[in-house]
């Protein structure tokens, strides 16, 4: 089982940015999907982005435009690039992973966008 460590979570203010970066344990080149899910509080686990072994994206309506997702193969990371983030943004946010049969997340970050 991969252990996947985000960081890069905190405090910002509105129109801020952030840079969420996963890194795993082992090589992340066997997995098919990596991305991004969050939770607020009171609410379930959204999805946010993912990115494919074949570098295909996909984003939710609601960061489209504002989050980039990207990967680093040589260093087993997955980023999420968060400009123009909004109070509605606040969520720790988890990475996932995931391959037949296999699903892995991190233990996640927490994001606070607050004036």
């Known amino acids: 089982q991969v252990q996947l460590v985000e960081s890069g979570g905190g405090l910002v203010q509105p129109g801020g940015s952030l840079r969420l970066s996963c890194a795993a344990s082992t090589s992340i080149s066997s997995y098919v999907l990596m991305g991004w899910y969050r939770q607020a509080p009171g609410k379930e686990r959204e999805f946010v982005a993912h990115i494919t072994s074949a570098g295909s994206i996909n984003y939710a309506d609601s960061v489209k435009s504002r989050f980039t997702i990207s990967r680093d193969s040589a260093k087993n990371t997955v980023y999420l690039q968060m400009n123009s983030l909004k109070p509605e943004d606040t969520a720790i946010y988890y990475c996932?992973?995931?391959?037949?049969?296999?699903?892995?997340w991190g233990q996640g970050t927490q994001v606070t966008v607050s004036s």
């Open positions: 996932n992973v995931r391959k037949p049969k296999v699903t892995d």
